[in-house]
């Protein structure tokens, strides 16, 4: 229990200092690619104490207070549910406690709250926002739940660990070799999910200002910030098990989750951005059809 | 004595009244109702000495001869125990439309009196000649009672049916012609010995008569025109005398009839019943409507004649026609002859309801088990034929709740309709307690149909806890709307009682009661007449199938093939799947929230129940895949539509078909695995289905409105109705920890044991699109602005705040310990014979399968763990934030105009509606009102058969004759 | 439907966080994206490669709850005063304002107009000035550094001096806009 507990504390902080800095390298990053210096590399940190230390904050209602809380949890909970380092039985974490499935739904878990948090916030672009963001989620959702039951069907489990013990013993043993369409389809999925270029249109500063969180400010949004930056992990490390064999160590770990951080900068920054409707159509007809081949050759 | 008595009573006392009459209108009155009443003991004393009454001697015989000479000189009548309990009914009608038709229009009781015995004597008369003259003179009153009152219309209608009656009497004079120059003889039953060509022509001219009189299909033209035009008072008095002596003459005449084939009455009812009623589904008209309801008695008494022999034609014939005619007096009594448009106009549907139920043969009505019987017996015979009735029976009573559900305003002049509601409810008694005689003649349908066990147990948890616990916000209605109290309980006592019936036909009486008691309720409602109208419809299709079903399988529902088929289909109705949430949204939006909740939270549960317990897994294994897929499909497309929708009820509706989609997926399944994800599901659903719709009801109670548009920001002042809502939003979301989760798990699984994966996509795709509504409905209606004039709204009321408290009580030990309910569940649901696939393993508190594993209750420690972590950090790490006005927000630097206009809510997911734009738009009402217009277009081909034009309908008259002469002559060389 | 509370007077408690925290308000300045005249046209440069405010830990927040600075573009007319008071009043503690061109000074080439405002300071508390008609991208930058260095320096103290003379600001707020219907305080 101790152990668990400790674990538990060290995944969600570790977690979120990785977060924070993989933030860091992508704005740097971003930044080399307009030509600029760029920001530090921690300024991550140092926005978020900042956020954390202001001396005001304003709250619109209960539901408002509590969705930084939501988003913080739906965050720490997806980590805690996703075996982090597979056969390492301190980094399991809560695992235990559910499969795949329950990884799925539960990452609904912060969205709702945020959602409602935005709601009460009673800003019309709030709200706004929360509607493209759900119509949104709703379309990647349809492929990524696809590409996960293809997996599931074609592995035979809904067990993560399963999973990533069924793609160890050569890299070709991975799913994305396994299930390419699959995975490409999970990938593109990746983009709305982290809301970059061209899937932005939650967070569209020039259209709505930034959408749900309009109405937050010091502590509440560092709570968010931190949030997102542990959910962003925890997708990650999904990922890396579903599709890129796990991790068998820390080493393996950060290259895998790092290179995948990566790819969404290199895909985002030459697209504009999508109308919702546009990005909704593509998302459901684009990667649902490259699961369709991978859900074919499972079922035949 | 005493026969002639019952008989000639009447006429003596018209020989008195024609004396008084325009000299003591009252004394007159008076005295018509005093020889009436004699008249009506003296049959009763018959009646008894016959032992008809007590013992069911039907056919014991009395004959009365009134002169010495034999018949046809003399008048001959033969009391049978039959004709004496019509005789009463007779007496019945004439004593309760006297008041209202003589009183009103001076110097008919002597008429009227008249046409009792004329009566009388039909349903007596043993022989031709005889049977004549009482035909001539029925007619004759008939004519002149119809143009009494100096109204040119009625004189109109008077003139038609003596032209009618002119024909009748000239082709029945020529049938006893050929009968006196074949046989020799006058008697009726005479004919039945004839043979050859005379017999045919005899037969045809006979038919024909008795079909016109009678009013059948389609010969039906006049009669319609007359129920139309005439005074509806008399035509209360005219059902139950006349046109019920006719009937029964008729009954008589059709059994002798020397046809070649009896069968084909049969036919030619049948083909009847369907093609008038279909002609008859868009009438508008109530006279007109009571019109084709005639008809629709008629066709039955030609496939009566043509099927059933012997003591049962006897007992159907008096069960159907004799309650038939007291009803539709009891109807007719109600009207308001001064409005040409509308008689009913005044009259409060609810006391219209009463006869109008036993018309369409809804248990316990008596006609309800004439029905069943005669169903019974077509089913042995030809199912298409049993289907061809009861379809048209569907039409009846299509029309025939059209006629009430747009009667259910406020009831007028209270003392004036005392009679009639009187009648009604002695026609519920009667039928009460021949239900409990019926129940008795078992009627074959008695298969064992309900295992007891935890599952049943379950269901019976859910009627009668729902019940209970949507009642008590049922004593107030919300604005506009009357308290629904009494018509939820007795629904809910019917639904509670369910699974412990131990046959079908108690199964289906049960269903039936509990469906209309619950239109009843539904018809509450602040607009009640097209969510009334539509569920009534519905929830009569559903019943019609069932009971097809029923009596195909002599009770058994079990059995596979056609009638699992017409279960599974009456259920899919009853839940709404695939298309026929049309009633679900527009009944449960219009009918009190409080009704609403009890409808898709505990009702629509007794759909479930009759799946899972009637139909067992080997007969739903055939129709597996497709109910998966109705279900599956039914889930996704109704969840985009409560997506779109912007009616707090209606997206409750859309939310509820779409919810239960879930069910019937699980259950098409046939899977251990696929029926506890239904089952748990259905617990589920009714948990939080009830949270939502009294949620509703609390937000609707208090505002005054359901829209979202001017609904928002309730939180503040409703924030334990939100608080209830919002856990069973996250529940039915299918987020953990909540409970919604755990079926989405059970079903997935299921889904993907089988291999079913477009299946699980399309289930995880609604799952998806459920958010989109469940997020809008939290927000439309309790996030966002608070419009001003909402800013004096109190919490919701406690009688349907407390119950929510309890349902979410539930709710939470069932998120955090679901091994409560599936510990027992499982193991039950893996003893029904014939599921097949894993059993889920249950260990502590966690659940597994070879798939994956669960575990709530860690899951739920995880979430509290994590949630109360942040929250104490947030706490303690700095100053307490702000609480701020609800316009106070950052608004590009002005201030926001008002709340109302900073309140997105309306057209919420534009551009889901734009993203769908490449989609046909195909909505429910369009596909029924294409059904519908496709039967109003085939209908019209039939209605245009009457033109209103009695000359048409001596045409029809003429060429029913010849062809049917033409034809029987083609059967016999 | 506003908040009608007004703000408590701000106590100085020196903290053992104090430096911490001010080093990260130094090094991470949200800027209001609110155009308030024609200087917002040198603020755009300020995005480019050229200039890169972004190496300064300075970023555009399209709404005031999350930023830290507002900027006063230039010239402010009686009716932006209006809003740029609300947008300053809804920005969360502590904050800073950058008063850009000469017009915030004096009312620089429109210190005669009937509807500009001549001395900013008296309307809301200015933490630097940068003069210059445009200030060029260089300048502001300039402004940012000294502006960090006040924050570090724990200078930077205008929204102090604004809570703790309300009534001052209101009364000179008032005076000069006409149709006052703004709450007690913008929350």
């Given at each position: 229990m101790t152990r668990l507990l400790v674990s538990v504390i060290l995944t969600s902080l570790g977690a979120l200092v990785y977060g924070l800095l993989l933030g860091g390298v992508s704005r740097v990053i971003t930044a080399s690619i307009h030509g600029r210096i760029g920001p530090r590399l921690t300024q991550n940190f140092i926005d978020l104490w900042k956020l954390f230390r202001k001396e005001s904050s304003i709250h619109h209602g209960t539901m408002f207070w509590m969705a930084p809380m939501f988003r913080l949890t739906g965050g720490i909970g997806v980590l805690l549910l996703v075996p982090i380092i597979a056969g390492n039985s301190v980094l399991t974490n809560m695992s235990f406690s559910g499969d795949l499935l329950l990884v799925l739904y539960f990452m609904f878990f912060g969205c709702l709250g945020?959602?409602?948090?935005?709601?009460?916030?009673?800003?019309?672009?709030?709200?706004?926002?929360?509607?493209?963001?759900?119509?949104?989620?709703?379309?990647?959702?349809?492929?990524?739940?696809?590409?996960?039951?293809?997996?599931?069907?074609?592995?035979?489990?809904?067990?993560?660990?399963?999973?990533?013990?069924?793609?160890?013993?050569?890299?070709?043993?991975?799913?994305?070799?396994r299930f390419p369409f699959a995975t490409a389809a999970a990938l593109i999925t990746f983009l709305p999910m982290n809301m970059t270029y061209p899937f932005n249109i939650v967070l569209a500063p020039q259209e709505i200002p930034i959408g749900p969180p309009t109405e937050y400010s010091s502590r509440f949004l560092s709570f968010m910030f931190s949030g997102r930056a542990i959910f962003g992990v925890a997708k990650l490390i999904l990922f890396v098990n579903l599709f890129f064999g796990g991790a068998g160590s820390w080493s393996s770990l950060l290259i895998k989750t790092f290179l995948l951080y990566m790819y969404p900068l290199f895909v985002s920054p030459v697209f504009p951005r999508f109308r919702t409707e546009q990005s909704v159509r593509f998302l459901w007809f684009v990667p649902t059809s490259l699961v369709a081949v991978d859900l074919l050759r499972v079922i035949l | 004595m005493v026969t002639a008595l019952a008989v000639f009573l009447p006429l003596l006392g018209a020989f008195l009244t024609a004396w008084l009459t325009h000299r003591n209108e009252r004394l007159s009155l008076l005295i018509t109702r005093l020889f009436l009443l004699a008249g009506l003991a003296a049959i009763l004393v018959i009646a008894a000495r016959l032992g008809a009454v007590t013992d069911g001697g039907l056919e014991n015989t009395m004959i009365?001869?009134?002169?010495?000479?034999?018949?046809?000189?003399?008048?001959?009548?033969?009391?049978?125990?039959?004709?004496?309990?019509?005789?009463?009914?007779?007496?019945?009608?004439?004593?309760?439309?006297?008041?209202?038709?003589?009183?009103?229009?001076?110097?008919?009781?002597?008429?009227?009196?008249?046409?009792?015995?004329?009566?009388?004597?039909?349903?007596?008369?043993?022989?031709?000649?005889?049977?004549?003259?009482?035909?001539?003179?029925?007619?004759?009153?008939?004519?002149?009672?119809?143009?009494?009152?100096?109204?040119?219309?009625?004189?109109?209608?008077?003139?038609k049916t003596a032209m009618i009656s002119g024909l009748v009497t000239i082709l029945y004079l020529l049938a006893v012609v050929i009968v006196y120059r074949t046989t020799g003889e006058l008697r009726l039953t005479a004919i039945s010995t004839m043979t050859g060509f005379p017999a045919i022509l005899v037969s045809g001219l006979l038919l024909t008569v008795i079909m016109t009189e009678i009013k059948a299909f389609p010969l039906s033209g006049w009669g319609l025109d007359f129920y139309q035009g005439v005074d509806k008072n008399f035509a209360a008095v005219y059902s139950s005398t006349w046109s019920l002596a006719v009937l029964l003459w008729s009954a008589r005449m059709l059994t002798v009839l020397p046809l070649p084939d009896p069968g084909v009455l049969a036919r030619i009812g049948a083909g009847g019943l369907v093609l008038g009623q279909l002609a008859g589904l868009r009438q508008r008209d109530p006279g007109r409507m009571m019109g084709y309801s005639t008809s629709a008695y008629a066709s039955i008494l030609l496939i009566l004649a043509g099927t059933v022999h012997g003591a049962d034609y006897l007992s159907l014939t008096l069960l159907f026609f004799t309650f038939a005619s007291l009803s539709k007096t009891t109807v007719f009594l109600m009207a308001d002859p001064e409005e040409e448009d509308d008689p009913w106009k005044k009259v409060s549907g609810y006391v219209l309801l009463l006869p109008l139920l036993c018309i369409t043969g809804i248990p316990p009505f008596p006609v309800f088990w004439a029905k069943i019987r005669m169903l019974t017996v077509l089913a042995d015979i030809s199912p298409l034929l049993m289907g061809a009735v009861i379809l048209g029976l569907f039409f009846e009573s299509v029309y025939i709740y059209r006629l009430w559900s747009s009667r259910t305003g406020p009831w007028q002049k209270k003392r004036?309709?005392?009679?009639?509601?009187?009648?009604?409810?002695?026609?519920?008694?009667?039928?009460?307690?021949?239900?409990?005689?019926?129940?008795?003649?078992?009627?074959?349908?008695?298969?064992?149909?309900?295992?007891?066990?935890?599952?049943?147990?379950?269901?019976?948890?859910?009627?009668?806890?729902?019940?209970?616990?949507?009642?008590?916000?049922?004593?107030?209605?919300?604005?506009?709307?009357?308290?629904?109290?009494?018509?939820?309980?007795?629904?809910?006592?019917?639904?509670?009682?369910?699974?412990?019936?131990?046959?079908?036909?108690?199964?289906?009486?049960?269903?039936?009661?509990?469906?209309?008691?619950?239109?009843?309720?539904?018809?509450?409602?602040?607009?009640?007449?097209?969510?009334?109208?539509?569920?009534?419809?519905?929830?009569?299709?559903?019943?019609?199938?069932?009971?097809?079903?029923?009596?195909?399988?002599?009770?058994?529902?079990?059995?596979?093939?056609?009638?699992?088929?017409?279960?599974?289909?009456?259920?899919?109705?009853?839940?709404?799947?695939?298309?026929?949430?049309?009633?679900?949204?527009?009944?449960?939006?219009?009918?009190?929230?409080?009704?609403?909740?009890?409808?898709?939270?505990?009702?629509?549960?007794?759909?479930?129940?009759?799946?899972?317990?009637?139909?067992?897994?080997?007969?739903?294994?055939?129709?597996?895949?497709?109910?998966?897929?109705?279900?599956?499909?039914?889930?996704?497309g109704m969840a985009a539509m409560a997506s779109l929708e912007s009616d707090y009820k209606k997206v409750l509706a859309y939310a509820s078909v779409s919810q239960l989609g879930y069910v019937i997926m699980g259950i098409g399944l046939t899977s251990v695995l696929g029926w506890t994800a239904a089952i748990y599901h259905t617990f589920n659903h009714f948990l939080f289905k009830s949270i939502l719709f009294l949620g509703a009801a609390g937000v609707i109670a208090r505002t005054g409105t359901s829209d979202y548009d001017s609904l928002g920001g309730l939180v503040k002042r409703m924030p334990l109705t939100f608080t209830f809502t919002l856990i069973s939003v996250i529940a039915f979301a299918g987020v953990p920890p909540l409970s919604g989760f755990g079926s989405k798990w059970l079903l997935y699984n299921a889904l993907v044991e089988q291999g079913m994966l477009p299946l699980a996509l399309v289930a995880m795709f609604a799952s998806v699109v459920a958010f989109l509504y469940a997020f809008r409905l939290l927000y439309a209606v309790f996030l966002g602005q608070l419009a001003p004039r909402h800013y004096e709204v109190k919490e919701a009321p406690l009688a349907v705040l407390a119950p929510q408290g309890v349902f979410t009580a539930v709710l939470m030990a069932l998120s955090f310990r679901p091994t409560l309910l599936l510990d027992r569940l499982v193991p039950a649901v893996a003893s029904i014979a014939g599921l097949g696939g894993e059993i889920p393993v249950i260990e502590g508190t966690a659940l597994s399968t070879s798939l994956g594993y669960w575990d709530a209750w860690s899951v739920g420690m995880m979430v509290m763990g994590v949630f109360g972590f942040a929250f104490v950090f947030y706490w303690i790490s700095g100053r307490r934030p702000i609480h701020v006005g609800q316009l106070d927000i950052g608004f590009a630097g002005e201030l926001p105009p008002s709340p109302e206009e900073v309140h997105y809510a309306g057209d919420f997911f534009r551009p889901f509606r734009r993203a769908l734009a490449f989609l046909p738009e195909i909505h429910a009402s369009k596909v029924f009102g294409g059904i519908v217009k496709t039967a109003d277009l085939a209908g019209d081909v039939f209605r245009s058969l009457f033109t209103g034009d009695a000359r048409t309908y001596l045409l029809h008259s003429l060429i029913i004759l010849t062809v049917m002469i033409l034809w029987m002559k083609g059967g016999t060389p | 439907m506003y908040c009608n509370k007004i703000p408590d007077k701000p106590v100085d408690n020196e903290k053992i966080w104090k430096k911490l925290d001010d080093l990260a308000r130094a090094n991470s300045l949200w800027i209001t994206a609110y155009g308030t005249g024609c200087g917002a046209i040198e603020l755009r440069p300020l995005h480019t490669s050229r200039f890169d405010m972004e190496r300064f830990g300075i970023a555009m927040r399209p709404t005031p709850r999350q930023s830290d600075v507002l900027i006063i573009s230039g010239y402010l007319s009686v009716k932006t005063l209006k809003r740029v008071i609300r947008v300053y009043e809804q920005i969360q503690d502590p904050k800073y304002i950058l008063a850009l061109g000469s017009c915030t000074i004096d009312g620089g080439m429109y210190f005669d107009s009937y509807n500009t405002i001549n001395i900013l300071d008296r309307y809301i508390p200015v933490d630097v000035y940068v003069n210059g008609c445009m200030p060029r991208p260089e300048a502001v930058i300039d402004g940012f550094i000294l502006l960090m260095k006040k924050i570090k320096e724990g200078k930077a103290v205008g929204w102090k001096r604004y809570k703790e003379n309300l009534e001052y600001y209101r009364k000179n707020q008032r005076e000069i806009i006409r149709n006052w219907d703004l709450p007690d305080y913008n929350w």
């Open positions: 945020m959602a409602l948090g935005a709601g009460d916030s009673g800003h019309p672009y709030a709200v706004v926002a929360v509607s493209r963001g759900l119509l949104q989620m709703s379309a990647y959702e349809l492929s990524f739940s696809a590409a996960v039951l293809v997996l599931a069907l074609g592995l035979g489990t809904f067990s993560i660990e399963n999973i990533v013990s069924a793609q160890q013993g050569g890299i070709l043993n991975w799913n994305v070799f | 009365l001869r009134t002169g010495v000479m034999t018949p046809p000189l003399s008048i001959d009548l033969k009391v049978t125990g039959w004709s004496a309990l019509a005789a009463v009914v007779v007496y019945v009608g004439a004593l309760l439309g006297v008041g209202r038709f003589s009183g009103r229009i001076p110097g008919t009781q002597p008429l009227l009196l008249t046409l009792v015995t004329t009566s009388l004597g039909l349903m007596f008369a043993t022989d031709f000649f005889n049977s004549f003259v009482f035909i001539e003179i029925g007619s004759i009153i008939t004519i002149g009672l119809t143009a009494a009152g100096r109204c040119r219309r009625r004189w109109e209608v008077a003139l004036k309709y005392f009679d009639a509601a009187f009648m009604g409810a002695a026609l519920l008694a009667a039928g009460t307690v021949w239900t409990a005689a019926g129940a008795e003649q078992g009627l074959s349908l008695s298969g064992e149909l309900f295992r007891a066990g935890f599952v049943r147990d379950l269901f019976l948890a859910i009627f009668a806890g729902g019940t209970l616990l949507s009642l008590p916000g049922a004593f107030r209605g919300g604005p506009g709307e009357k308290s629904p109290a009494v018509w939820m309980l007795v629904s809910g006592v019917a639904l509670t009682l369910l699974p412990l019936s131990g046959n079908g036909l108690t199964f289906y009486v049960l269903w039936e009661i509990s469906a209309f008691a619950a239109v009843i309720g539904v018809s509450k409602g602040a607009r009640p007449s097209e969510g009334t109208f539509w569920f009534a419809v519905f929830a009569g299709a559903a019943g019609y199938l069932l009971l097809a079903s029923l009596v195909l399988s002599d009770g058994a529902v079990s059995s596979p093939g056609i009638p699992m088929l017409l279960v599974a289909a009456a259920a899919l109705l009853k839940m709404g799947q695939g298309g026929a949430h049309l009633w679900n949204v527009r009944a449960y939006s219009t009918a009190p929230s409080t009704m609403a909740a009890f409808l898709s939270g505990t009702s629509s549960k007794a759909a479930v129940f009759l799946l899972v317990f009637s139909a067992s897994a080997a007969a739903i294994l055939p129709l597996g895949t497709s109910l998966a897929w109705i279900g599956a499909l039914t889930a996704l | -």
